[in-house]
């Protein structure tokens, strides 16, 4: 076993939580959640994987850095596991936060898993984020997968049909269907003009289905400010540059072109249960 857990007391219902950084990652938009997540929450970390076993150091290297009191220490690259009691939730979260291995995956979905079952996991939901023709003025959108057709009734998401290369966050969570664990699976579509980190508007996209898929409300924290900030920050960027603002106009007919039937049905509808719903907690 390559994953030690710190002593833990009796978890409610556990859901899991789980973004590495990497290539499902764009603009760090799905480990900004998970990292978000844990400091609002204040999430206690439990336990991690040994890195030895998964990672090269020569990709991904060990930060040394100075604490508080003057202490020289020395930060390994690794996926660490957290566990969170929010109070607006009637059941525990464990947080998985991790980078993407560079070796030994089917190893390392097997030690996680395993992990994830002695806590008593219940449900694992995996977010991820891509690059894609998402104009920055618009919602971002987000696509939702489940690997049981009950899930994906229930959640009104789809059977992934996605073909092609893959990383950690669709190896693990292929690995939850072969061993027949529900899973969930969210990945938000990054404006690829914009795909350096931060993207909070990209993080608070997924929040919302986080909020959906737990029908109780999330922490927002500064993600709707943070939000704001970023797309006046693209606004000006665009303005400056003729061709690019060309371009953001043109992705904008063509998005709200295909979303129009949509707008106003359920999306709206959505939208308005979830405010009522996070008016009501506050």
């Not at 400056?240 to 359920?266: I, K, M």
Request: with cysteine.
């Amino acid at each position: 076993m390559v994953i030690e857990f710190d002593d833990v007391q009796d978890l409610v219902s556990p859901v899991v939580i789980a973004a590495f950084e990497g290539w499902n990652d764009a603009a760090d938009a799905a480990s900004g959640l998970v990292d978000h997540l844990i400091e609002q929450w204040d999430a206690e970390v439990i336990g991690a994987i040994d890195p030895e076993e998964f990672y090269d150091f020569q990709v991904n290297r060990p930060i040394i850095s100075t604490d508080v009191n003057g202490h020289r220490r020395l930060t390994w690259p690794t996926t660490r596991i957290a566990v969170a009691r929010p109070a607006e939730l009637e059941r525990d979260v464990i947080l998985v936060r991790g980078i993407e291995p560079n070796m030994k995956w089917r190893q390392f979905c097997a030690e996680l898993l395993a992990a994830c079952d002695d806590l008593g996991a219940e449900l694992i939901v995996t977010l991820g984020a891509l690059l894609a023709d998402s104009p920055h003025t618009r919602p971002i959108p987000v696509n939702g997968t489940a690997t049981e057709p009950e899930l994906v009734d229930r959640l009104n998401v789809e059977q992934s049909s996605y073909e092609g290369p893959t990383g950690i966050v669709g190896v693990f969570t292929d690995a939850c269907g072969q061993l027949d664990i529900p899973a969930v699976s969210y990945w938000a579509a990054v404006p690829h003009y914009v795909a350096q980190p931060p993207c909070p508007k990209a993080t608070l996209a997924l929040l919302g289905q986080l909020e959906e898929l737990l029908q109780a409300p999330m922490p927002l924290g500064d993600l709707p400010e943070d939000a704001k900030a970023w797309e006046r920050g693209v606004d000006e960027l665009a303005a400056e540059d003729e061709d690019v603002a060309d371009y953001v106009r043109a992705l904008e007919e063509t998005r709200d072109t295909a979303d129009l039937p949509e707008a106003s049905g359920e999306a709206i509808a959505r939208e308005f249960e979830r405010y009522l719903k996070r008016r009501d907690t506050d």
